[in-house]
C-alpha cells in the first residue's frame, strides 16, 4: 500500500528557511498522480500549501506563493517542501500526501497522507 | 477565497445514534466537496469525495450528499471507532479550503 513519510528540522528560527522531505513507498511517484502538502495548526486549523506533479507542474495557494517551492526527485521517490522566511506563524503539523483527482482532473481530495511532522518556529 | 463554515463546531453523541454534519460554502462549488475523519494525533482520512462518493475502505455507514453550497456528511449508525473530528474540503477553485472542523465526542 501506499505510504508517505515525512522528514526534516522541527526547530527553525525566525527568517530561517524551511526545508521538508517527503520519502513514498509503495508507489512510483513518476507513474502519477499529483504530490502535494498540506499544514494543520491550532490557530488556522488546516490549509493547503500546495501541490505537484512529477514532470514539473504545480499549484500553490497564493498566500504562500512567493514563499514556497517544492521539488520531485524521482530517483529517490522523494518531493520536497521548501519555505523561505518563515515567522512564528508558520507553526504547525506538516503533512504530504497524495492527490486525488475526479471529475477529469478538476476535482482534489487528499487520499494517501503521511503522519505529519511538527515545526517549530522560535528564536 | 471560498470560505467553508462547519456547523456544529462540535457535538455529543451515543454509539448507534444517526449524526449530520454540515458544511456550507461561502460560494457555489457544484458537487467540488470531500469530507476527511481526523483522529487525536493523526492525519486526516479521506471519507467521502465529490460530495457523496464514498472513498475505498471506508463503512457504509458513512454517506454524502448536497450540491452548490449545501452539503451534509451522515454517520448512520456511530460506533466507537467514529469518535473524531471531522473536516470539509473544497476543491472547486484555488486556493483548496477546509472547513473549521467538526468534533464528535460521546454523549
Known amino acids: 500500500q501506499v505510504q508517505l513519510q515525512e522528514s526534516g528540522p522541527g526547530l527553525l528560527k525566525p527568517s530561517e528557511t524551511l526545508s521538508l522531505t517527503c520519502t513514498v513507498s509503495?508507489?512510483?511517484?513518476?507513474?502519477?498522480?499529483?504530490w502535494g502538502w498540506i499544514r494543520q495548526s491550532p490557530g488556522k486549523g488546516l490549509e493547503w500549501i500546495g501541490f505537484?506533479?512529477?514532470?514539473?507542474?504545480?499549484y500553490y495557494n497564493p498566500s504562500l506563493k512567493s514563499r514556497v517551492s517544492t521539488s520531485v526527485d524521482t530517483s529517490k521517490n522523494q518531493f520536497s517542501l521548501t519555505l523561505s522566511s518563515v515567522t512564528a506563524a508558520d507553526t504547525a503539523v506538516y503533512y504530504c500526501?497524495?492527490?486525488?483527482?475526479?471529475?477529469?482532473?478538476?476535482?482534489?481530495?487528499?487520499?494517501?497522507w503521511g503522519l505529519g511532522t511538527l515545526v517549530t518556529v522560535s528564536s | 477565497d471560498i470560505q467553508m463554515t462547519q456547523s456544529p463546531s462540535s457535538l455529543s453523541a451515543s454509539v448507534g445514534d444517526r449524526v449530520t454534519i454540515t458544511c456550507r460554502a461561502s460560494?457555489?462549488?457544484?458537487?467540488?466537496l470531500n469530507w476527511y475523519q481526523q483522529m487525536p494525533g493523526k492525519a486526516p482520512k479521506l471519507l467521502i469525495y465529490?460530495?457523496?462518493s464514498l472513498q475505498s475502505g471506508v463503512p457504509s455507514r458513512f454517506s454524502g450528499s448536497g450540491s452548490g453550497t449545501d452539503f451534509t456528511l451522515t454517520i448512520s449508525g456511530l460506533q466507537p471507532e467514529d469518535f473524531a473530528t471531522y473536516y470539509c474540503?473544497?476543491?472547486?477553485?484555488?486556493?483548496?479550503?477546509f472547513g473549521g472542523g467538526t468534533k464528535v465526542d460521546f454523549k
Open positions: 500526501a497524495r492527490v486525488l483527482d475526479y471529475y477529469d482532473s478538476s476535482g482534489y481530495g487528499f487520499d494517501y
Open positions: 509503495g508507489y512510483f511517484i513518476s507513474s502519477g498522480y499529483y
Open positions: 505537484m506533479y512529477h514532470s514539473g507542474s504545480t
Open positions: 460560494q457555489t462549488i457544484s458537487s467540488y
Open positions: 465529490a460530495a457523496s
Open positions: 474540503q473544497q476543491s472547486y477553485s484555488f486556493p483548496l479550503t
